[in-house]
Nanobody
Framework: QVQLVESGGGLVQAGGSLGLSCAAS????????MGWFRQAPRKEREFVAA????????AYADSVKGRFTISREGAKNTVHLQMNSLEPEDTAVYYC?????????????????????WGQGTQVTVSS
């Protein structure tokens, strides 16, 4: 099990930017991929973005494509989510997730069940 700790959440005005970070425990992250999900009040948790650790291939939800950027920093076992042009609809608790093993999986994981480790979440609030 990989321990994940999110940081960088907060309050921002619509149109502004915010950067999130997620640090994985251990000396190095030897897993397959890391990603971000979000959950707004009274809504289901939804996929936001993911990145494959080796090679850096990325995937984004259509709702954030062109506005959000996911990246990794291997030396710090950290994944980042840069959020630009934020909208009130982006308000949610953002969760970091990791998939430790490739197994028979291929491509970029997008479903909740594709990940096996989760952070506790960080609140992002976008005011109008």
């Amino acid at each position: 099990q990989v321990q994940l700790v999110e940081s960088g959440g907060g309050l921002v005005q619509a149109g502004g930017s915010l950067g999130l970070s997620c640090a994985a425990s251990g000396r190095t992250f030897s897993g397959y991929a890391m990603g971000w999900f979000r959950q707004a009040p009274r809504k289901e948790r939804e996929f936001v973005a993911a990145i494959v650790w080796s090679g850096g291939a990325t995937a984004y939800a259509d709702s954030v494509k062109g506005r959000f950027t996911i990246s990794r920093e291997g030396a710090k076992n950290t994944v980042h989510l840069q959020m630009n042009s934020l909208e009130p609809e982006d308000t949610a608790v953002y969760y970091c997730a990791a998939r430790r093993f490739l197994g028979l999986f291929s491509g970029i994981p997008r479903a909740q069940n594709d990940f096996d480790s989760w952070g506790q979440g960080t609140q992002v609030t976008v005011s109008s």
